[in-house]
């Protein structure tokens, strides 16, 4: 069974910077999609960025050029590095795994159903 523990969020200042980090236990799937998401309170969870096991990577519009998102494979685990925070950027982060996924796809949406989830951690970013 699938389980994925975030780490890495806190409070930060508008500007700043913070790093999540997503370790991943009993993955077993040669073809996978990870990814991050976001929900700030009374909005819809939202898509940050996206890693695939081809190696693909996809990044929502408003955090390309400030996110990055990659693997450590020292660590096994799934890193999001996130520079020039904004306070709208506040919300609970979610790493998510799903391995119903072929190459060149798009990786699944967030209410697709197809992914494991893990229990999110919290961004503040204060203005």
């Known amino acids: 069974q699938v389980h994925l523990v975030e780490s890495g969020g806190g409070s930060v200042q508008a500007g700043g910077s913070l790093r999540l980090s997503c370790a991943a236990s009993?993955?077993?799937?040669?073809?996978?999609?990870m990814a991050w998401f976001r929900q700030a309170p009374g909005k819809e969870r939202e898509a940050v960025a996206a890693?695939?096991?081809?190696?693909?990577?996809y990044y929502t519009d408003s955090v390309k050029g400030r996110f990055s998102i990659f693997q450590d494979n020292t660590k096994n685990t799934m890193e999001l590095q996130m520079n020039s925070l904004k306070s709208e950027e506040t919300a609970l982060y979610y790493c998510?795994?799903?391995?119903?996924?072929?190459?060149?796809?798009?990786?699944?949406?967030?209410?697709?159903?197809?992914?494991?989830w893990g229990q999110g951690t919290q961004v503040t970013v204060s203005p």
């Open positions: 009993g993955y077993t799937d040669s073809n996978y999609c």
């Open positions: 998510a795994a799903t391995g119903i996924w072929r190459s060149g796809a798009a990786c699944p949406s967030a209410t697709s159903g197809s992914y494991t």
């Open positions: 890693i695939t096991s081809d190696g693909s990577l």
